[in-house]
């Protein structure tokens, strides 16, 4: 790994740049559709299909970069984070906004993978782990910082042409009265990846030689959703189903809460950022000090359980609080409980694989990204027809969740190596 450290600095300023400008377009998106006339419905379809993209389009890259490298993938990554972010802000109506989150949803979907891929290129399998992890904190880094940084940029006023200040989006904070600019943040994440795309270009090698790039044979290309339906089937097919139903439940609050934000409590872009950067750098703490010793102390089926339970009451208190201090504390509770969740259920799928770890992790991130999907489609309905419906259809999701995983994952902490008992079609369609 350490031949190889100029190109791991590389990617992860990278990789920190490129999520900083995604993170700053979180807190405007509900200013910007209501800004264009439109409802929850329209937040959350845009959403639903940014995922979805990302959902198809994942894989096809990562067999492109198989087999014509990973550097030029990884450009065509960010080179698509470049367009999208400067056709947000130039976009003049809702359909053209969603057309171009689509878009972005198509081409930005190359950079992840791809870089994970090269991670895996050039590091030992005793230090992949360390490796991916480092991405991992890259990508938080710019997922704590960037919806701050959005919500302060709204209240910055450059002087620019007249012709492009004619298609910025000018809207007021309701939390201040003060004249907010919605286009200048999706700019200045363009900027943003305009500066980390030379430093790909002419400082990273390539890390997948010619002679090691090849073609997936039919079976690597298998539908994704042929993969899905045997992996319900499989041994671990209730943890799957799980990973979509917590994906799921998340999504019914970052899909809708910043929108509930403007609408229960006036709260402003500024407001909201801060607000998701407060809740990641907690998270970041968490996943740094508590899970491990807790998970080493009970065990990853009672660290479930317990993220279940406080994450239902996080959804509960979101609904009924009547502040905005309560609303931020009700947040952290839900954020509290649902940070506990994910990494617990895929280290049991993990300790579970029986078709190798690459493939575990790869049907993991399918049913999480499905969960993504639909979940905001559904919140931004719900929202439309009470807007608090979505954070009582996450409860409710996460108390069957909390029911069945009692009843398929009790005892298993006692013999880890235990497969866990895949669900019946019966049990599916209920």
Same mark, same amino acid.
């Given at each position: 790994?350490?031949?190889?450290?100029?190109?791991?600095?590389?990617?992860?300023?990278?990789?920190?740049?490129?999520?900083?400008?995604?993170?700053?377009?979180?807190?405007?998106?509900?200013?910007?559709?209501?800004?264009?006339?439109?409802?929850?419905?329209?937040?959350?379809?845009?959403?639903?299909?940014?995922?979805?993209?990302?959902?198809?389009?994942?894989?096809?890259?990562?067999?492109?970069?198989?087999?014509?490298?990973?550097?030029?993938?990884?450009?065509?990554?960010?080179?698509?984070?470049?367009i999208?972010?400067?056709?947000?802000?130039?976009?003049?109506d809702?359909?053209?906004?969603?057309?171009?989150?689509?878009?972005?949803?198509?081409?930005t979907?190359?950079?992840?993978?791809?870089?994970?891929?090269?991670?895996?290129?050039?590091?030992?399998?005793?230090?992949?782990?360390?490796?991916?992890?480092?991405?991992?904190?890259?990508?938080?880094?710019?997922?704590? !910082?960037?919806?701050?940084?959005?919500?302060?940029?709204?209240?910055?006023?450059?002087?620019?042409?007249?012709?492009?200040?004619?298609?910025m989006?000018?809207?007021?904070?309701?939390?201040?009265?003060?004249?907010?600019?919605?286009? !200048?943040?999706?700019?200045?994440?363009?900027?943003?990846?305009?500066?980390?795309?030379?430093?790909?270009?002419?400082?990273?090698?390539e890390?997948?030689?010619?002679?090691?790039?090849h073609?997936?044979?039919?079976?690597?290309?298998?539908?994704?959703?042929?993969?899905?339906?045997?992996?319900?089937?499989?041994?671990?097919? !209730?943890? !799957?189903?799980?990973?979509?139903?917590?994906a799921f439940?998340?999504?019914?609050?970052?899909?809708?809460?910043?929108?509930?934000?403007?609408?229960?409590?006036?709260?402003?872009?500024?407001?909201?950022?801060?607000?998701?950067?407060?809740?990641?750098?907690?998270?970041?703490?968490?996943?740094?000090?508590?899970?491990?010793?807790?998970?080493?102390?009970?065990?990853?089926?009672?660290?479930?359980?317990?993220?279940?339970v406080?994450?239902?009451?996080?959804?509960?208190?979101?609904?009924?609080?009547?502040?905005?201090?309560?609303?931020?504390?009700?947040?952290?509770?839900?954020?509290?409980?649902?940070?506990?969740?994910?990494?617990?259920?895929?280290?049991?799928?993990?300790?579970?694989?029986?078709?190798?770890?690459?493939?575990?992790?790869?049907?993991?991130?399918?049913?999480?990204?499905?969960g993504?999907?639909?979940?905001?489609?559904?919140?931004?309905?719900?929202?439309?027809?009470?807007?608090?419906?979505?954070?009582?259809?996450?409860?409710?999701?996460?108390?069957?969740?909390?029911?069945?995983?009692?009843?398929?994952?009790?005892g298993?902490?006692?013999?880890?190596q235990?497969?866990?008992?895949?669900?019946?079609?019966?049990?599916?369609?209920?």
């Amino acid at each position: 790994m350490k031949q190889h450290t100029t190109s791991i600095i590389i990617l992860f300023a990278a990789m920190v740049i490129i999520m900083l400008g995604f993170g700053i377009a979180i807190p405007l998106m509900p200013f910007y559709v209501t800004h264009f006339g439109a409802s929850a419905s329209a937040l959350g379809f845009m959403m639903s299909m940014y995922s979805i993209m990302q959902f198809i389009f994942a894989p096809m890259w990562g067999r492109l970069s198989d087999r014509y490298g990973r550097k030029p993938i990884i450009l065509i990554g960010i080179a698509g984070n470049f367009i999208t972010f400067l056709l947000q802000g130039f976009a003049q109506d809702i359909v053209m906004l969603t057309l171009t989150r689509t878009l972005a949803g198509m081409i930005t979907s190359a950079t992840l993978p791809t870089v994970m891929a090269y991670m895996a290129d050039i590091t030992s399998n005793e230090d992949r782990s360390r490796g991916v992890g480092l991405m991992g904190a890259a990508m938080g880094m710019g997922m704590i !910082f960037g919806p701050t940084l959005g919500g302060v940029i709204t209240g910055l006023s450059l002087p620019l042409p007249a012709v492009i200040n004619n298609l910025m989006q000018i809207t007021t904070d309701p939390s201040t009265g003060q004249l907010i600019n919605l286009s !200048f943040p999706f700019f200045t994440s363009a900027l943003l990846a305009a500066v980390a795309f030379p430093f790909i270009l002419f400082l990273l090698p390539e890390s997948l030689t010619a002679d090691k790039r090849h073609a997936h044979d039919a079976a690597a290309r298998e539908s994704q959703f042929k993969r899905i339906t045997q992996a319900l089937r499989g041994p671990s097919g !209730f943890l !799957f189903l799980m990973a979509f139903l917590l994906a799921f439940a998340l999504a019914n609050v970052e899909s809708v809460l910043g929108m509930y934000g403007k609408d229960q409590f006036l709260m402003g872009p500024s407001e909201i950022g801060l607000m998701m950067g407060a809740i990641g750098v907690l998270a970041v703490i968490q996943q740094g000090i508590v899970i491990g010793p807790l998970t080493r102390k009970v065990g990853e089926v009672k660290v479930i359980w317990g993220g279940l339970v406080i994450s239902m009451v996080g959804f509960i208190l979101m609904a009924v609080v009547m502040s905005k201090t309560a609303l931020f504390v009700a947040v952290i509770i839900f954020h509290f409980g649902s940070v506990l969740l994910q990494p617990s259920v895929t280290a049991l799928i993990s300790k579970r694989a029986v078709t190798g770890q690459g493939a575990a992790m790869g049907l993991n991130n399918s049913f999480q990204a499905m969960g993504r999907s639909i979940g905001p489609m559904w919140a931004g309905y719900a929202y439309d027809i009470y807007s608090k419906l979505s954070f009582f259809t996450g409860a409710f999701i996460q108390l069957v969740a909390l029911i069945y995983s009692i009843k398929m994952l009790r005892g298993i902490d006692q013999n880890p190596q235990q497969p866990v008992e895949a669900p019946t079609a019966v049990s599916l369609k209920n």
